[in-house]
């Protein structure tokens, strides 16, 4: 695992975007029209900037695979951010969903540990390259440098199907929140 660079931002957007194209976590906030896709790509963008500046983005040796984290109490807001902000919420989110994705990310944050985390936003690799180990590494390496940092690896999953897989690095399931469908609460301490 290596540390993206901004060079990276394109692969890395190309490959999120496709795994989390029928995520029902990420598609609840974003604007469900003809520009579905876009508007993925746009969140997938915004998040890489964020974690870019206020945490780490990793890819893969051979980058077919990446991952988002944050470290929350690292995050500052800039008119940078303000203006990422608004642009998410006009060429993603749309007007009509803005209060729904707030009450949301507000349910997420009220239930995250009181300690520093590092927050798994996103983990994703190429659809040709599954089950090749590329997500196994990159989560192994993400428990190395999450303890280095002295942080708890918090994530939130939509995908019944990838419990296992989380379970299978030390996860626990720790909260369930209905927002129509279940977001599970995780994390690795």
């Known amino acids: 695992m290596i540390k993206a660079g901004i060079e990276d931002k394109n692969r890395v957007v190309d490959i999120l975007s496709k795994s989390f194209d029928d995520n029902k976590s990420v598609n609840y906030i974003i604007q469900q029209d003809a520009k579905?896709?876009?508007?993925?790509?746009?969140?997938m963008a915004y998040s890489f900037e964020i974690c870019y500046r206020f945490g780490d983005v990793f890819v893969s040796d051979n980058k077919k695979g990446c991952a988002l984290l944050l470290a929350p109490d690292k995050k500052k807001t800039t008119i940078s951010t303000i203006l990422w902000d608004i642009k998410l919420a006009l060429s993603a989110i749309g007007l009509s969903n803005i209060m729904r994705a707030v009450k949301r990310e507000a349910a997420i944050k009220k239930v995250h540990p009181d300690e520093k985390i590092y927050y798994l936003w996103f983990i994703g690799v190429d659809d040709s390259e599954q089950g090749k180990g590329i997500g196994s590494d990159l989560m192994n390496s993400i428990i190395k440098e999450s303890s280095l940092q002295n942080r708890t690896i918090c994530l939130e999953t939509s995908t019944v199907k990838n419990l296992p897989w989380y379970?299978?690095?030390?996860?626990?399931?720790?909260?369930e929140l209905d927002f129509g469908y279940t977001l599970y609460c995780m994390k690795r301490g």
């Open 36 to 43: 579905r896709k876009q508007r993925i790509r746009t969140l």
């Open 167 to 175: 379970e299978k690095f030390g996860f626990i399931t720790y909260r």
